[in-house]
Nanobody, 122 residues
Protein backbone atom coordinates (compact mmCIF):
# COMPACT_ATOMS: atom_id res chain seq x y z
CA UNK A 1 0.00 0.00 0.00
CA UNK A 2 1.47 3.33 -1.08
CA UNK A 3 0.22 6.49 0.57
CA UNK A 4 0.63 9.72 -1.36
CA UNK A 5 0.42 13.19 0.14
CA UNK A 6 0.31 16.29 -2.04
CA UNK A 7 1.35 19.76 -0.95
CA UNK A 8 2.17 23.12 -2.45
CA UNK A 9 -1.20 24.23 -3.70
CA UNK A 10 -2.53 27.71 -3.12
CA UNK A 11 -3.70 30.94 -4.67
CA UNK A 12 -1.60 32.52 -7.41
CA UNK A 13 -2.14 35.23 -9.99
CA UNK A 14 -2.27 34.42 -13.68
CA UNK A 15 1.24 34.19 -15.08
CA UNK A 16 2.65 33.01 -11.77
CA UNK A 17 4.21 29.72 -10.74
CA UNK A 18 3.63 27.00 -8.19
CA UNK A 19 5.47 23.81 -7.36
CA UNK A 20 3.45 20.87 -6.17
CA UNK A 21 5.03 18.04 -4.21
CA UNK A 22 3.94 14.43 -3.82
CA UNK A 23 5.45 12.55 -0.90
CA UNK A 24 5.19 8.75 -0.95
CA UNK A 25 5.15 6.56 2.13
CA UNK A 26 7.07 3.66 0.71
CA UNK A 27 10.66 3.11 -0.31
CA UNK A 28 9.22 1.15 -3.23
CA UNK A 29 8.13 4.45 -4.75
CA UNK A 30 10.64 3.81 -7.52
CA UNK A 31 8.64 0.75 -8.58
CA UNK A 32 5.78 3.00 -9.68
CA UNK A 33 5.21 5.48 -12.44
CA UNK A 34 3.93 8.74 -11.00
CA UNK A 35 1.26 10.93 -12.49
CA UNK A 36 -0.61 14.13 -11.85
CA UNK A 37 -4.28 14.62 -12.59
CA UNK A 38 -6.57 17.55 -11.94
CA UNK A 39 -10.26 18.07 -11.44
CA UNK A 40 -11.98 21.40 -11.85
CA UNK A 41 -15.38 22.03 -10.21
CA UNK A 42 -18.12 20.21 -12.07
CA UNK A 43 -15.70 18.52 -14.44
CA UNK A 44 -14.09 15.12 -14.80
CA UNK A 45 -10.63 14.29 -13.52
CA UNK A 46 -8.14 14.96 -16.31
CA UNK A 47 -4.62 13.76 -16.96
CA UNK A 48 -1.87 16.36 -16.55
CA UNK A 49 1.51 14.59 -16.65
CA UNK A 50 3.20 11.26 -15.98
CA UNK A 51 6.79 10.21 -15.37
CA UNK A 52 8.24 6.74 -15.63
CA UNK A 53 9.79 4.74 -12.80
CA UNK A 54 13.32 6.09 -13.21
CA UNK A 55 12.25 9.41 -14.69
CA UNK A 56 13.45 8.70 -18.20
CA UNK A 57 10.12 9.12 -19.91
CA UNK A 58 7.42 11.75 -19.49
CA UNK A 59 4.09 12.61 -21.07
CA UNK A 60 2.03 15.77 -20.81
CA UNK A 61 -1.46 16.87 -21.62
CA UNK A 62 -1.48 19.26 -24.57
CA UNK A 63 -2.95 21.97 -22.37
CA UNK A 64 0.13 22.09 -20.13
CA UNK A 65 2.98 21.28 -22.52
CA UNK A 66 5.75 23.83 -22.31
CA UNK A 67 4.41 25.23 -19.03
CA UNK A 68 4.46 22.30 -16.59
CA UNK A 69 7.35 19.98 -15.74
CA UNK A 70 7.07 16.70 -13.87
CA UNK A 71 10.04 15.28 -12.00
CA UNK A 72 10.89 12.83 -9.23
CA UNK A 73 13.60 11.76 -6.82
CA UNK A 74 13.22 8.13 -5.79
CA UNK A 75 15.84 8.48 -3.06
CA UNK A 76 13.55 11.04 -1.42
CA UNK A 77 10.32 9.17 -2.29
CA UNK A 78 9.07 12.44 -3.71
CA UNK A 79 7.76 13.79 -6.99
CA UNK A 80 7.03 17.30 -8.15
CA UNK A 81 4.99 19.23 -10.64
CA UNK A 82 6.47 22.61 -11.53
CA UNK A 83 3.76 24.82 -12.96
CA UNK A 84 4.71 28.02 -14.75
CA UNK A 85 2.73 30.61 -16.69
CA UNK A 86 -0.39 29.60 -14.85
CA UNK A 87 -3.78 30.44 -16.29
CA UNK A 88 -7.19 30.74 -14.64
CA UNK A 89 -8.23 27.57 -16.47
CA UNK A 90 -5.54 25.69 -14.53
CA UNK A 91 -7.66 26.15 -11.41
CA UNK A 92 -8.45 22.69 -10.02
CA UNK A 93 -7.71 20.17 -7.33
CA UNK A 94 -4.48 18.45 -8.32
CA UNK A 95 -4.01 14.78 -7.48
CA UNK A 96 -0.86 12.72 -7.37
CA UNK A 97 -1.19 9.09 -8.43
CA UNK A 98 1.06 6.05 -8.71
CA UNK A 99 0.80 3.10 -11.04
CA UNK A 100 2.74 -0.09 -11.71
CA UNK A 101 2.26 0.54 -15.43
CA UNK A 102 3.26 3.62 -17.40
CA UNK A 103 -0.19 5.03 -17.97
CA UNK A 104 -1.94 8.36 -18.40
CA UNK A 105 -5.38 7.02 -17.74
CA UNK A 106 -7.04 7.51 -14.37
CA UNK A 107 -8.28 3.93 -14.60
CA UNK A 108 -4.68 2.76 -14.77
CA UNK A 109 -3.67 4.29 -11.46
CA UNK A 110 -3.20 2.08 -8.40
CA UNK A 111 -2.91 4.71 -5.67
CA UNK A 112 -4.15 8.26 -5.23
CA UNK A 113 -3.44 11.15 -2.94
CA UNK A 114 -6.21 13.31 -1.53
CA UNK A 115 -5.37 16.32 -3.65
CA UNK A 116 -4.25 19.90 -3.25
CA UNK A 117 -6.18 22.93 -4.47
CA UNK A 118 -4.65 25.30 -6.98
CA UNK A 119 -6.50 28.55 -7.66
CA UNK A 120 -5.31 30.91 -10.37
CA UNK A 121 -6.81 34.39 -10.30
CA UNK A 122 -7.12 36.56 -13.39
Amino acid sequence: QVQLVESGGGLVQAGGSLRLSCAASERTFGDYAMAWFRQAPGKERDFVAVISWMGGDTRYADSVKGRFTISRDNAENTGWLQMNSLKPEDTAVYYCAAAKSFSWSAIGMDYWGKGTLVTVSS
